[in-house]
């Protein structure tokens, strides 16, 4: 299987714009002493523009080489995990990102309910995706798919009825252009998971 990102990796912030975090601050309404994870959150390109406003930024990404350039940037903590089997309690996390990485998980399914596990009572989860329903994300599809990336795209709605979970809800906030957020929050009375 090709490895897109360990190649991408060395080139990865010149490609990529860097992003304006504005929105995505105000939706995920980062608290000083809140724990901010960024999943699948590669070279660090969108958490190290975050770790003023909280505790601290903890970077999970499967890539070995996407995570070596995440090193020294602003204070992020890379973790090396797939999204699949995340190394921390129930629970345990304020808020969660997941930039343009959700297409690229193998099991988004289960990739929802494993971040869901994590969440605290009370905590966020956004995930910021491209929307399907617009063409050029059409396009963007069918040129990783070509570059046989097993890349699956979802609209809004899609996410929603992905995310399906009896301790969270979920809300949909469009920012005009290509790409969406997915806010998702734990019920504040959900169980976090230590009666277990
Ligand atoms: C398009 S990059 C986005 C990186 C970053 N979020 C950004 O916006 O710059 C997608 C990232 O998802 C990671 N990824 C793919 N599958 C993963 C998995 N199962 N668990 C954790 N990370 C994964 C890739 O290694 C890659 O770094």
């Known amino acids: 299987m090709i490895d897109h990102f360990s190649f991408?990796?060395?080139?990865?912030?010149?490609?990529?714009?860097?992003?304006?975090?504005?929105?995505?601050?105000?939706?995920?309404?980062?608290?000083?002493?809140?724990?901010?994870?960024?999943?699948?959150?590669?070279?660090?390109?969108?958490?190290?523009?975050l770790d003023d406003d909280s505790r601290g930024v903890i970077l999970v990404d499967i890539s070995r080489p996407m995570l070596k350039q995440s090193q020294g940037k602003n204070g992020v903590i890379p973790v090396h995990s797939s999204?699949?089997?995340?190394?921390?309690?129930?629970?345990?996390?304020?808020?969660?990102?997941?930039?343009?990485?959700?297409?690229?998980?193998?099991?988004?399914?289960?990739?929802?309910?494993?971040?869901i596990r994590i969440l605290k009572p009370g905590g966020r989860l956004v995930i910021e995706e491209f929307d399907v329903n617009i063409f050029v994300v059409k396009l963007?599809?069918?040129?990783?798919?070509?570059?046989?990336?097993?890349?699956?795209?979802?609209?809004?709605?899609?996410?929603?009825?992905?995310?399906?979970?009896?301790?969270?809800?979920?809300?949909i906030v469009r920012n005009g252009r290509i790409s969406f957020w997915a806010v998702i929050e734990k019920d504040a009375q959900a169980s976090d998971g230590s009666s277990h």
């Open 140 to 171: 963007i599809a069918l040129v990783e798919r070509l570059f046989l990336m097993k890349s699956r795209f979802f609209t809004p709605e899609e996410i929603v009825n992905l995310v399906e979970s009896p301790e969270a809800s979920t809300r």
């Open 8 to 49: 991408l990796a060395p080139y990865y912030d010149s490609l990529i714009a860097p992003p304006d975090t504005t929105r995505l601050k105000q939706i995920l309404d980062i608290k000083p002493d809140n724990w901010v994870l960024d999943v699948g959150g590669g070279t660090g390109r969108v958490s190290s523009r």
């Open 83 to 115: 999204v699949n089997r995340l190394p921390f309690a129930d629970g345990s996390v304020d808020r969660i990102i997941v930039v343009d990485a959700l297409h690229h998980f193998n099991k988004p399914e289960h990739a929802v309910r494993e971040m």
